[in-house]
């Protein structure tokens, strides 16, 4: 009866190109090609200052505190959740962390601080979720008007300069000569890349966001993993914090203003789906870069800001339809 | 029943389909099709999980696009763009997943895109009207218009995509295996409408896996191998030995592997007085290491809710589950799994499978921890032990990297299962298990299930076949509302016996109050 095993289907040879293990990086080339045509377009009307090595250090210093969101954003989303409070959140850990008293404990103390406030701000999300069945969207919400009026009323309304020479230097701190700040955002991605495709905390991720009804009769804890999931948003918005921080010299209410859209809309052009289920860290990189790089052009090239978003806005329409669109249809017979 | 072979229809044909093909990335699902059907028969078409049928039908209603070959749909040559063109040429059908919207009411689904309206509003009136129409023609006038589709029974939903179908003024209907989410008599009561809707003229293409249905029901067999054709226009009174043989090119002996002499002694699992309110009550049973325990009962006499239950995904209202004479901890399907349960559920796309993901993922999804180190998944170790279940149970195509999505429906039950075969799994909950899967898979699966058992594992099955119940379990539960009626050694029992006790008010007429 065993021999009923060997019928197999038809098999046809298909090229790595156009099978699934090659999706991912099509999924990519869309976004990567628009980088690539970005950087043409700078090369031509920004001849002598677009390709110096201090721009395009600039560009990835530019990105990296919004990266490192992005990719905890990117988490959440792919865990069928959306984190609104992100800005909030750097800003609440920002100021936190700038505090006269934190300043006291030295670089150490405020880096924890913020690492802790981010986290702990997450894990309430991450409950009021799992536990009480809140919608993302609200309870995401009700933290980012919450949490940016707590910062508000910690820093009282003032700027609080930062008088700790470790962090005053770590935006200008380089290694290898690149900056510190790009390094922690590639350290950030490497991390993220490796947790998603190699570890269960992953798979379990993947999981969630993909079927949660699946994924529990599968013996996985849905409610942890989402608690989870939000609070590696909150740490990464905590380490953010501490960087743009750096940048500033500085902590204040109103930075991370608007963090959120652009974290939402980095992963969205990357190829993370707001259904939950599918998502990729390279292409969140990917789409952290491409705005970045294209404020740089608009900075370069002296041109006017409200420009600047009605690009962004084409390019978010257009990376996503470019996704839908299957290179391998092209070669299809009709 | 009637014989409906003795009056083979010998009309012009409908619809012919010559040399079709269609590909997808790595898969050749048709590989040069023939088809012939003609007005007023019904044509059944048989073949192995991926043979290619699925694949087929949607390239006639327009759901996919053939790379090559010719549709003749009443004399003249077509292709249909969509399946809006399909349905305007007067082909419905119902696919393999009902594609019912759950929380609109029966009627919305039954027009759905096609509501009576005027400026843009739609006429109510007019669409219950229709609705009810419908659904009187296939003798279920009873089934409440304006009752969300998702809270009625599975014998209902699918009159009612019938009813969707029809609501179209078909010239022929497709259906895709759609008694394997039935029980036994509301498949009779479909046979009865293919019949009626038969000699109205409507073609019917009637795919299904259970062999004894094309003797009861059809004019005439297409059979499907690997996407090609090996016979057409085949008597339905083909012998069943001839028909396995086209369809796999083997002989298929016997179906259920013997049972082993000795009884098995000891207890795996212990249940008490275990109730849901207006689900099932005072269910107490037990299962033995080694022993097949099979429930019997219609859809919806709340067999799956007790095997969810057991298992944790539902929380008691009363009484408890011991493992092992411990108590496990009701409402927790971490603790079940710890302690050793499997559960393949009911609903394969809703309730177990990523589809995006790979079958390697799907089928790890439950042993994560077991094949990672510190956090990380030795993917490695993971491929290795799919692809070995994935070779037990005959997966077709047998390349675990495919996304699940991919694969055909009886291909997707058997990663349902695997998932559960991977080790350390001491009792396994199978509700309904060899849903769609085809002939040979289906021994294949037994064998694995009794060979699983004969290593000590307790196994619990669900299953609308009573066959399957009888043959493959060492003691049988018969269950009737919600309430275990019947328990018997499955020697001791016969089919009409679990049948008669089984039968004690249909669904459907449930629906109707
Ligand atoms: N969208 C798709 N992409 C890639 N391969 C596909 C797709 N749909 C079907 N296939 C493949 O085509 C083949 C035929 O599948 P099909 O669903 O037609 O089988 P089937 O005869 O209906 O089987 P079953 O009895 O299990 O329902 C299978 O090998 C399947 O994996
Ligand atoms: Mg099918």
Redesign the interface.
């Known amino acids: 009866m065993t021999d009923l095993a060997s019928a197999a289907a038809p098999k046809m040879k298909t090229s790595w190109w156009r099978d699934d293990a090659s999706e991912p990086v099509r999924r990519n080339l869309g976004l990567t090609g628009v980088l690539v045509a970005l950087v043409v377009i700078g090369l031509v009307s920004a001849p002598d200052t677009f390709a110096t090595s201090g721009n395009v250090l600039n560009i990835l210093t530019q990105a990296s505190a919004i990266g490192v969101i992005a990719i905890g954003m990117t988490f959440v989303i792919i865990g069928g959740g959306i984190d609104l409070s992100v800005g909030a959140l750097t800003a609440l850990s920002a100021v936190w962390c700038t505090t006269v008293a934190t300043q006291g404990f030295g670089g150490g103390g405020m880096l924890f601080t913020a690492l802790v406030v981010g986290t702990v701000a997450g894990t309430i999300n991450g409950v009021l979720i799992a536990y009480g069945r809140l919608v993302p969207f609200i309870a995401t919400l009700a933290m980012m008007v919450g949490a940016r009026g707590l910062a508000t009323k910690i820093s009282n309304k003032q700027t609080q300069p930062v008088n700790v020479e470790s962090i005053n230097r770590l935006a200008e701190n380089k290694l290898l000569g690149i900056p510190v700040l790009v390094l922690i955002f590639a350290g950030v991605t490497a991390v993220g890349w490796v947790v998603l495709n190699r570890t269960t905390f992953g798979r379990r991720t993947v999981a969630v966001g993909g079927n949660a009804e699946a994924a529990r009769l599968a013996g996985i804890n849905v409610r942890r993993q989402t608690v989870l999931l939000y609070a590696l948003s909150g740490l990464c918005c905590g380490l953010a914090a501490l960087m743009v921080v750096a940048q500033a010299n500085a902590g204040s209410s109103s930075q991370g203003d608007l963090y959120e859209l652009d974290a939402i809309a980095a992963a969205i052009i990357g190829g993370t789906t707001l259904t939950g289920g599918r998502g990729t860290v390279i292409g969140s990189l990917l789409g952290v870069v491409v705005f970045t790089t294209i404020t740089n052009l608009f900075i370069l090239n002296n041109l006017p800001t409200e420009v600047q978003n009605i690009v962004k806005g084409a390019i978010i329409v257009g990376a996503v339809l470019v996704q839908q669109f299957q290179p391998r249809d092209l070669f299809r017979k009709r | 029943m009637t014989d409906s072979a003795d009056t083979p229809v010998d009309g012009p044909p409908l619809l012919t389909l010559t040399e079709v093909v269609k590909?997808f990335?790595?898969?050749?699902a048709l590989?040069g099709v023939e088809l012939t059907v003609r007005q007023g028969e019904v044509h059944c078409l048989l073949g192995?999980n991926?043979a290619g049928k699925s694949t087929l039908i949607k390239v006639l209603s327009g759901a996919h696009?053939p790379?090559?070959g010719q549709i003749t749909w009443q004399g003249r040559s077509v292709s249909f763009a969509d399946p809006q063109a399909a349905m305007r040429a007067g082909i419905a059908t119902i696919y393999q997943e009902l594609d019912l919207v759950p929380d609109m009411t029966v009627a919305e689904n039954i027009l759905l895109g096609h509501e009576p309206r005027t400026a843009g509003f739609v006429r109510r009136g007019a669409m219950r009207a229709a609705a009810h129409t419908a659904l009187t023609r296939l003798g279920h006038g009873e089934i409440p218009l304006g009752r969300p589709v998702g809270r009625l029974p599975a014998a209902a939903q699918q009159i009612v995509s019938m009813a969707r179908a029809l609501s179209r003024e078909a010239r022929m209907l497709i259906m895709d295996e759609p008694s394997a989410v039935l029980a036994h008599d509301e498949v009779s009561n479909l046979f009865r409408i293919i019949r009626e809707l038969r000699d109205q003229g409507i073609a019917v293409v009637y795919i299904s896996h259970r062999l004894e249905e094309i003797r009861q029901i059809c004019d005439r067999v297409t059979v499907l191998?690997?996407?090609r054709t090996t016979a057409a226009d085949l008597p339905a009174t083909t012998p069943t030995a001839e028909l396995v043989g086209r369809m796999?090119?083997?002989t298929?002996?016997?179906v259920f592997p013997p049972r082993p002499p000795r009884a098995p002694s000891g207890e795996l699992l212990r249940v008490e007085g275990l109730t849901r309110h207006g689900e099932f009550s005072d269910a107490s049973f037990t299962v033995g290491p080694g022993e097949i325990v099979g429930i019997a009962g219609l859809v919806g006499s709340g067999r799956s809710e007790l095997l969810e239950t057991v298992?944790g995904?539902r929380r008691p209202d009363a009484g408890h589950v011991l493992v092992d004479g411990r108590r496990l901890k009701p409402g927790s399907?971490?603790a079940?799994?710890?302690a050793g349960l499997g559960?393949a559920?009911e609903e394969r796309k809703?309730?177990?499978?990523?589809?995006?993901?790979?079958v390697q993922?799907n089928i790890?999804?439950?042993s994560?921890?077991r094949h990672?180190t510190a956090?990380?998944?030795r993917?490695g170790a993971e491929r290795a032990a799919a692809t070995e279940v994935a070779?037990r149970l005959?997966l077709?195509?047998?390349d675990v990297?495919?996304?699940a999505r991919t694969l055909s429906g009886g291909n997707q039950q058997k990663v349902v299962v695997g998932?559960w075969l991977l080790g350390g799994t001491r009792l396994l909950l199978l509700d309904e298990p060899t849903r769609g899967v085809d002939v040979?898979?289906r021994?294949?699966l037994y064998?694995v299930v009794r060979s699983l058992a004969e290593d000590g594992v307790g196994v619990l099955l669900v299953s609308s076949e009573v066959p399957e119940v009888l043959g493959l379990a060492d003691r049988v539960l018969v269950m009737r509302e919600g309430r275990i009626v019947h328990e018997a050694r499955a020697e001791e029992i016969d089919e009409h016996t679990v049948l008669d006790l089984v039968m004690a008010g249909s669904l459907l007429e449930g629906a109707a109050q």
Not at chain 2, 25 to 28: A, L, M, N, Q, S
Not at chain 2, 350 to 358: D, H, N, T, V, Y
Request: aromatic letters at 4%; zero cysteines; charged letters at 25%.
């Open positions: 590909t990335p790595g898969v050749r590989d192995q991926g696009r790379d090559a191998q690997d996407g796999t090119g083997r298929l002996e016997h298992f995904a399907v971490a079940a799994v710890r559960l559920p809703s309730q177990a499978l990523l589809l995006g993901e790979p993922n790890g999804l439950a994560l921890s990672a956090g990380f998944v993917r070779d005959e077709r195509p047998q990297g495919r996304r998932r040979g898979a021994a294949e064998q």
